[in-house]
């Protein structure tokens, strides 16, 4: 007589998430209580459980459809609401409707990014992403309330920046802007000992003034995705911006695809690959 499977969930990787959940919350509370910093430092340790979950469910075979439901929905409290929150908390109160506004903005960016990043799981080219991904907006947008506390700025006499920041940010994780993944870093591989001595002053250098450093990364990190799109298309078009065009979603998707043979012998009007060949 055979035993019926066991029901459950995984624990560590679901541990994980649910620490990266709590630091989100954390954030929001912090936030509500004036203490900014500690809110924004949450985020961004939210940010490592976020990174650590799926890495050990991979490594120790233990995924699951429940682990990465739960992982969108943390993410969406860590990512979505508490940058959001945290942000309107410490500098667009005094802006009134278009404070609120433009923490809506990002909240509803995040959640159409999370929405799309799910339906294109298995689809979409591993090496880009598809707009900005909901961490690093979220960096982008506690980095900046992080700089502001470090160096004591108050964040009123900075709310039309920090709606500019907080906004952008969200309609930058709904553009189709190309940013890169780095998921093909073999990080099994061997590396020179010159590449250790260069990632310690890289800890050395964020240890010093961490807020301003991881700011400025996360910054121009945002602003990477324009530069690529615009570079490697001969003429920017609005699907090059924003929306959701068949021909557009081609550049998300794995080169190495081999073609139909009956589009093999016919060449195509709108070829994607033919347009964007500088790519």
Known sequence: MSKSKRKGIYLLPNLLTTAGLFSGFFAVVSSMNGRFEAAAIAI??????????????RMTDTQSDFGAEYDSMADMVSFGMAPALVAYNWGLTELGKLGWLAAFIYVAGSALRLARFNTQIGIADKRFFQGLASPSAAALVAGLVWVGVEYGANGDDYGWLVAIITSAAGLLMVSNFKYNSFKEVNWHGKVPFVAILIILMVFVIVATEPALVLFIVFALYALAGPVNTFRTVDKVTLDDVVGDHEENDADFKEEDEAPKASDASQPHKNDPEAEHKNS
Request: net charge negative; proline share 0%; no cysteine.
């Open 44 to 57: 961004f340790v939210a940010m490592v459980f976020d990174g650590l979950d799926g890495r050990v469910a």
